[in-house]
């Protein structure tokens, strides 16, 4: 997935990375306007087994604004997801689908503008989340 996603690895149990994450999104001004739980919904729906791992559609309203009115086609590929998932019971990774891999949908200077925008805001929750790796 490295070349559509922002990553962050954090030693820290998943339930404390969702947590960690959710803070870290609303210092940049994102809200969560939908989650889904991959585990249990594919559990329920097919009855296999995954590791914890959750969406969080993050949505800065500023930006989702300016977007819109850029290019009311660009609703479809909103909110922003970020997934936090746990590789063990120490360790959690998160992604964030990359703004400008979303670019490569439209050809549009106004909409690069926002991309960059929520790209270096979700960058910015992502460095947080890593800073606080050093503080454990």
Request: aromatic share 4%.
């Amino acid at each position: 997935m490295a070349g559509f996603t922002l990553t962050a690895t954090l030693t820290l149990p998943y339930d404390d990375a969702v947590d960690a994450t959710r803070a870290a999104l609303a210092d940049q001004g994102f809200g969560i306007l939908t989650e889904i739980d991959l585990m249990a919904t594919l559990k329920t729906k097919l009855d296999v087994d995954v590791a914890p791992q959750i969406i969080l559609g993050a949505c800065r309203p500023a930006l989702a604004y300016e977007a819109l009115s850029v290019d009311p086609s660009i609703a479809a590929v909103l909110p922003c997801n970020v997934v936090v998932r746990a590789l063990d019971e120490t360790t959690a990774i998160v992604e964030a689908f990359d703004p400008d891999a979303m670019m490569g949908l439209a050809d549009n200077d106004a909409l690069h503008s926002v991309a960059a925008d929520a790209k270096a805001r979700l960058t910015a929750a992502l460095n947080a989340l890593d800073s606080t790796q050093g503080a454990n």
